[in-house]
């Protein structure tokens, strides 16, 4: 059977309006002013302990979701050697973060418009890893980053999979951790690895596990309560929070192919309605635990400058 024919971005995204309208949660139209100096992007990590579970997809969708719930979302792509954030919105950035790390460019101006407002970072295929920066490189790099918990609700970090120093900084400064894994040991197993290093790096880091690509809620459930289990048996009783379970979507696999993001191709698609479920129920209302760890933060550039210099092991 032949594969439906992609219509213009600006027609799917004036055709959904009103069919998302039922699932986009309450907007934030009162803020409370902020203080000079005071953070305000909640900055949300996504990892994988290995290739292949969707990871760069599913952040592009959430931050969609953000940002049709009327939240300002920047997306940082930190995959420093595979980045691809670009090619799952179909856009082709001129620059990338390797021009900021050289003074070419400062940040705002290679930042590229996505969908509602949507900021993406390029993050440069072949990029060196960040500890590996000469200081001068990593200072400037550092300085021109921070800028950017000024102009966003919402920073999401999409990393690369495994447990590179770059990947575990980027976790370790985060206020939240996603951790997505699928329902294939080898997953499980690298998506505990990835964890067992974090709960050690920093024992109060809040950590969500997403359970992508499974046959049934039931699966899902199942593999999360596993990792939970294993969790809190082996790593001194870390807790690692459910996030949700996303079913096998055939839709997705066109979306991909079709480098347009899911909520865009098939806006009310099981999987695109259960990630708007899973956007409005926990990432709006900040939980107890990251609400202290919020008061404490002093920013997560100023963390993760602070990891790469040597200041936190």
């Known amino acids: 059977m032949p594969e439906p024919i992609m219509k213009p971005i600006e027609a799917i995204i004036a055709e959904t309006k009103h069919e998302?309208?039922?699932?986009?949660?309450?907007?934030?139209?009162?803020?409370?002013?902020?203080?000079?100096?005071?953070?305000?992007?909640?900055?949300?990590?996504?990892?994988?302990?290995?290739?292949g579970v969707g990871k760069t997809s599913l952040v592009a969708n959430l931050a969609i979701c953000l940002a049709q719930a009327g939240q300002r979302v920047i997306i940082l792509d930190a995959d420093l050697g595979l980045a691809n954030i670009d090619v799952v919105f179909g856009i082709r950035p001129k620059y990338n973060l390797m021009d900021v790390i050289n003074g070419d460019m400062d940040i705002d101006n290679i930042m590229v418009s996505g969908p509602y407002g949507i900021q993406i970072i390029a993050g440069g295929s072949g990029v060196m890893e960040l500890a590996d920066l000469?200081?001068?490189?990593?200072?400037?790099?550092?300085n021109q980053l921070r800028f950017l918990e000024d102009k966003t609700d919402f920073l999401l970090i999409d990393t690369g999979a495994g447990i590179s120093k770059s990947v575990i900084s980027f976790c370790q400064a985060a206020d939240q951790v996603v951790v997505i894994t699928t329902t294939e040991p080898t997953s499980l197993v690298d998506a505990f690895g990835i964890i067992k290093v974090l709960s050690n790096k920093r024992p109060d880091a809040y950590v969500s596990a997403l359970v992508?690509?499974?046959?049934?809620?039931e699966e899902g459930t199942e593999i999360y309560n596993r990792l939970s289990k294993v969790a809190k048996e082996y790593l001194n009783d870390f807790e690692v929070h459910y996030l949700?379970?996303?079913?096998?979507?055939?839709?997705?696999?066109?979306?991909?192919?079709?480098?347009?993001p899911l909520m865009l191709f098939s806006p009310m698609s099981p999987v695109a309605v259960e990630l708007r479920k899973i956007v409005s129920q926990s990432f709006?209302?900040?939980?107890?635990?990251?609400?202290?760890?919020?008061?404490?933060?002093?920013?997560?550039?100023?963390?993760?400058?602070?990891?790469?210099?040597?200041?936190?092991d």
């Open 20 to 51: 998302i309208q039922p699932y986009v949660f309450k907007r934030l139209e009162a803020r409370t002013p902020r203080k000079a100096g005071e953070k305000i992007a909640r900055t949300i990590t996504v990892t994988s302990g290995k290739g």
């Open 134 to 142: 000469e200081q001068d490189k990593a200072e400037r790099l550092f």
């Open 212 to 217: 992508n690509k499974a046959d049934d809620l």
């Open 244 to 260: 949700g379970c996303l079913k096998q979507d055939r839709n997705m696999h066109i979306a991909v192919r079709q480098q347009t």
């Open 284 to 312: 709006y209302e900040l939980p107890e635990q990251l609400k202290k760890n919020e008061e404490e933060n002093e920013g997560f550039f100023k963390r993760l400058a602070k990891i790469f210099k040597g200041g936190k």
